[in-house]
């Protein structure tokens, strides 16, 4: 590189590459971030804007008028909107938690399994590859009333003495929506864990075998304390996941019966794409955006907590 | 003793894991009539009037092109712009390298359904709704941060001797990004770009949203708008769904290594 504005003193060569790595470093950035900060920040700005306007698709007419918080005070007198929050707020802490516990016991005997990892790595993997709609549709066929497997199952078993018609049931509706979340997402959890089990020092658990401590001890004592990080990410990644779910209940209830299992992302999405009231239902875009952004920065807290400690990075 | 019981106990949870899909390409395979009585375990007559059905009342050839089209433009844009500023970041020294990635990884836990609405309107006044880049549009708020994200901690990964050596040979940084470190990289560009597929193949809400009918909708919007005439077609929709997973649970069985390395190194890393 030529440099030719006469204050060659103080810009020495080091200090000329430095100039060269920072161009081309964004030179390089600067498309993928353009395009997300067009396709992804902007409209979430323009979401935030439009909360405060009145705007109402059916009635182009009416334009587009300010009115400050006005739909943030619908919302929040809005049954409808409470129940859709309490919903998904109970659809993760239920599915988070299975997930969790069964991912953890997955990822325990995944390692000790000394053959057909490749076999049961296979397994897992594909629900959890497969389109979200597609375990709905699978679940669904599974808990029919009719014919469905799962009352021919239970009836055979003496569990039953009738058919359920599960997707009636205002609670009942939630087992097929809770099964096939864990069924598609627990894969995933126990990979994560997994890589986590595979980064902690064997050494540590023969050492704790040799001083006498039982399965059970180094379990909580030594396992657990080491996987923390992975578990963090793991929460991290499947409450966000969670709080935003809509594919899944969607095909599965379409929110039903009623409103009993609808989530907020469902909720806003009849506001926006059935009713066409976009004012509104940016005022509750932004309010599940904040949500999952309080949930990501108390994470980013925890997970900033954590570091250093954890064996998982490398 | 404790062995078996372990092994059974495995077992046991990966046959649970196994039969829904069981269950539904069974039921996918058994004739219409049968499907709603008592269920059997094991299939007495298999058919394929299902499949059959699904491509030519149904065409479902339709959806499935317009699946591969949007899943694969969007995986080839976003690679191509995505491994530039994968590079950059895990490779030169810029102020605001860290602000970027974090600002990346922010827009990845966004819930896709709070920016529907402006870029519903986008593409109405762009008369980009219901068209193919109508969809790889919005496809790109997910993907193109997920692809820079992956890619980013591959290009972190590879040994930075070689990246010397060539600078001390005379390379500048562009050669030595194109000769030495982008061969390199080639597995990691490639299990980013299957990934990013296969997030795109299953999208649901955009292409819910951007599409106006069935000559447009995708893998995922054909299947949950299937609807019969008189009754619930459940023989045509499982047949929909084992070949909506077809090529996902392909390529995963045939990567599954690197797959599982892509999804966790992403993770753990960040």
Redesign the interface.
């Given at each position: 590189m030529n440099r030719r504005d006469g204050d060659t003193c103080s810009s020495t060569p080091d200090d000329s590459l430095?100039r060269?790595?920072?161009r081309?470093?964004?030179?390089?950035?600067a498309?993928?971030?353009g395009?997300?900060l067009l396709?992804?920040?902007?409209?979430?700005a323009?979401?935030v804007w439009?909360s405060f306007h009145h705007h109402d698709l059916r009635m182009p007419w009416l334009g587009r008028s300010f009115v400050g918080l006005a739909n943030y005070r619908e919302l929040l007198g809005t049954p409808r909107f409470w129940a859709s929050l309490a919903h998904t707020a109970f659809f993760a802490v239920a599915s988070v938690s299975l997930e969790l516990i069964l991912g953890l016991?997955?990822a325990l005997?995944?390692q000790?399994?000394s053959r057909g990892r490749?076999?049961?790595?296979?397994?897992?993997?594909?629900?959890?590859?497969?389109?979200?709609?597609?375990a709905?549709?699978?679940?669904r066929?599974?808990f029919?009333s009719?014919?469905g497997?799962v009352n021919?199952v239970l009836i055979a078993a003496g569990v039953l003495d009738q058919p359920v018609v599960w997707l009636a049931g205002t609670v009942t509706a939630w087992v097929p929506v809770i099964l096939a979340d864990v069924?598609k997402t627990t894969?995933?959890v126990a990979?994560?864990l997994?890589?986590?089990l595979q980064g902690i020092d064997p050494t540590l658990h023969e050492s704790a075998a040799i001083d006498g401590a039982g399965r059970w001890r180094v379990l909580t004592r030594i396992t657990l304390p080491l996987l923390r990080?992975?578990i963090l990410?793991?929460l991290v990644?499947r409450t966000?996941d969670a709080?935003?779910v809509?594919?899944l209940i969607?095909?599965l209830t379409g929110g039903g019966p009623g409103t009993a299992t609808e989530p907020v992302?469902l909720y806003?999405?009849s506001a926006?794409?059935q009713n066409l009231r976009?004012g509104y239902?940016?005022a509750l875009?932004?309010t599940?955006?904040a949500v999952?952004?309080l949930l990501?920065v108390i994470y980013v807290r925890l997970?900033g907590a954590d570091d250093g400690r954890g064996g998982?990075?490398? | 003793m404790t062995t078996w019981l372990?092994r059974g106990?495995?077992a046991f949870?990966?046959l649970l894991?196994?039969f829904?899909?069981y269950?539904?390409i069974v039921?996918s395979l058994t004739p219409e009539a049968s499907?709603?009585?008592?269920?059997s375990l094991v299939p007495r007559t298999l058919v394929l009037d299902h499949y059959r059905a699904l491509f030519t009342e149904r065409d479902f050839g339709t959806p499935i092109r317009n699946s591969l089209i949007v899943a694969g433009a969007t995986t080839a844009l976003c690679i191509t712009?995505?491994t530039?500023?994968a590079?950059?970041?895990a490779r030169?020294?810029?102020?605001?390298?860290s602000a970027?990635l974090g600002?990346?990884l922010?827009?990845t836990?966004?819930?896709?359904?709070?920016?529907?609405?402006?870029?519903?309107?986008?593409l109405r006044a762009l008369h980009l709704l219901d068209t193919y880049p109508g969809l790889v549009?919005?496809y790109?708020?997910f993907a193109?941060?997920l692809t820079?994200w992956l890619l980013t901690t591959y290009f972190r990964q590879l040994p930075g001797e070689l990246e010397d050596a060539a600078r001390v040979d005379g390379a500048s940084?562009?050669q030595t990004f194109t000769r030495v470190l982008l061969p390199l990289a080639m597995p990691g560009i490639a299990t980013t770009a299957i990934l990013t597929f296969?997030y795109c193949?299953?999208e649901?809400?955009f292409a819910?949203?951007f599409t106006l009918g069935p000559e447009r909708w995708t893998?995922?919007?054909a299947?949950?708008l299937f609807r019969g005439q008189y009754q619930v077609p459940?023989g045509q929709?499982?047949a929909a769904?084992v070949v909506?997973?077809a090529p996902?649970?392909a390529?995963?069985?045939a990567f599954?290594?690197r797959?599982?390395q892509g999804?966790?190194?992403g993770?753990?890393?960040?």
């Open positions: 430095a060269e790595e920072r081309l470093g964004w030179t390089l950035v498309p993928a971030l395009v997300v396709v992804a920040i902007a409209p979430l323009w979401t439009e016991v997955l005997a995944m000790r399994a490749a076999l049961i790595r296979a397994t897992v993997l594909v629900p959890w590859a497969l389109p979200t709609v597609v709905a549709l699978l679940w066929f599974l029919q009719d014919a497997v021919a069924w894969p995933f990979l994560l997994l890589a986590g990080p992975a990410v793991a990644f966000l709080i935003r809509f594919d969607y095909v992302a806003t999405f926006l794409m976009f239902g940016a875009s932004v599940i955006f999952a952004f990501a997970l998982s990075t490398t | 372990r106990a495995l949870i990966l894991f196994a829904p899909f269950w539904a039921a499907l709603f009585q008592a269920p712009l995505g530039l500023a590079y950059a970041l030169l020294r810029f102020r605001g390298r970027v600002a990346l922010a827009v836990m966004f819930p896709q359904i709070s920016i529907v609405s402006p870029l519903y309107i986008l549009l919005p790109l708020t193109m941060p820079v940084r562009w296969i193949w299953n649901f809400l819910l949203s893998v995922p919007v299947i949950a459940w929709i499982l769904a909506a997973t996902v649970a390529l995963v069985l599954q290594r797959i599982v999804l966790t190194s993770a753990v890393k960040g």
